[in-house]
Nanobody, 119 residues
Framework: VQLQASGGGLVQAGGSLRLSCAAS????????VEWYRQAPGKQRELVAA???????NYADFVKGRFTISRDNAKNTVYLQMNSLEPEDTAVYYC??????????????WGQGTQVTVSS
């Protein structure tokens, strides 16, 4: 199962971006999907997560600004990012776990998409 992350770009502080994470391949089900980010010189950190049932969890530093959602019919998860701050500048990665059509577990990472917020 492959994940394709997209939607990053350059935006001014206070602006918005919507990231997408599209899964493709031999998918039976996708369980929890997470967005992580990694800024230069820093460790990768969890930003938001969504379960197969739609329950969500957010890091404190994005609560009230970011919204994670999923379209199960499209095997796609979104991260709507509003009120962006320069501190949000990072490469954003999606991560998904689930079961493929051969009934094997999969654990996949997307390639990352760059988000740059200018002040």
């Amino acid at each position: 199962v492959q994940l394709q992350a997209s939607g990053g770009g350059l935006v001014q502080a206070g602006g918005s971006l919507r990231l997408s994470c599209a899964a493709s391949g031999s998918i039976f089900s996708i369980n929890t999907v997470e967005w992580y980010r990694q800024a230069p010189g820093k460790q990768r950190e969890l930003v938001a997560a969504i379960t197969s049932g739609g329950s969500t969890n957010y890091a404190d530093f994005v609560k009230g600004r970011f919204t994670i959602s999923r379209d199960n019919a499209k095997n796609t998860v979104y991260l709507q990012m509003n009120s962006l701050e320069p501190e949000d500048t990072a490469v954003y990665y999606c991560h998904a776990r689930g079961i493929d059509r051969s009934w094997f577990d999969f654990d996949s990472w997307g390639q990352g998409t760059q988000v740059t917020v200018s002040s």
